[in-house]
């Protein structure tokens, strides 16, 4: 059984995130290959990054005790879906820095996003996508991008993403792979040579 950690890349008040976490959350329940976790950034009160020392200099070693908390939780997991909106064409601030708030405990694990936004949040997760390669994970290819006219349709006229049949696919094939790449790199870190 793998350990996902969904993680929810916005903490403003009034956040939509909510609904694609809700929605997430609902399409893992049949799935019996992986546990799904959320990792709410509202709850770890991560300090943007204030460590003496960059780290990959430090070897991955925090000092900061709430990066600490973050990096046990990182360290648990197996794979990542990361939630997103797009704020200013990119990541949001507080997802880019709670990826810079750990470091060893990213390596060799696979993650997903799900964007939401104008454009399903395209910008944002092409963005997310070449953070993780730096952090030496996998960002796999199925991604789920809920644009503006589903945002419009759950925000302004109170349908469900559920209701949306392309976007339940995308969720799938976006569960299937982060499987098959969760269990390859499991069976990776685990071998001598990793
Ligand atoms: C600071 C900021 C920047 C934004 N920039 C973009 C953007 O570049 N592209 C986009 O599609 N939406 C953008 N939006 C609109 C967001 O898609 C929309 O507010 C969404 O609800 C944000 O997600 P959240 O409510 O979960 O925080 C921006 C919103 C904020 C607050």
Do not use: C
């Not at 399409?27 to 019996?32: D, H, L, N």
């Amino acid at each position: 059984m793998l350990n996902i950690a969904l993680i929810v890349g916005s903490t403003r008040p009034n956040r939509f995130a909510d609904r694609p976490k809700d929605w997430i959350l609902d399409g893992a329940k049949t799935r019996t290959e992986f546990a799904l976790q959320v990792l709410d950034l509202r709850d770890f009160k991560l300090p943007f990054f204030e460590e003496p020392m960059p780290p990959s200099f430090a070897k991955g070693v925090f000092t900061n005790p709430a990066a600490k908390a973050w990096g046990l939780r990182i360290a648990a997991a197996d794979g990542f879906i990361a939630l997103t909106p797009e704020y200013h064409h990119a990541l949001p601030a507080v997802l880019k820095n709670a990826f810079e708030s750990a470091y060893l405990e990213w390596i060799a694990k696979p993650i997903a996003f799900v964007g939401y936004g104008g454009v399903g949040a395209a910008r944002a997760v092409e963005n997310g996508r070449t953070v993780a390669v730096e952090l030496q994970m996998a960002p796999i290819r199925a991604a789920v991008h809920i644009g503006l006219e589903p945002f419009l349709g759950v925000v302004r006229d109170g349908k469900k993403l559920d209701s949306y049949d392309y976007l339940n696919q995308a969720r799938t094939a976006m569960f299937d792979q982060l499987v098959w790449w969760g269990n390859a790199l499991k069976a990776a870190r685990a071998a001598p040579a990793a």
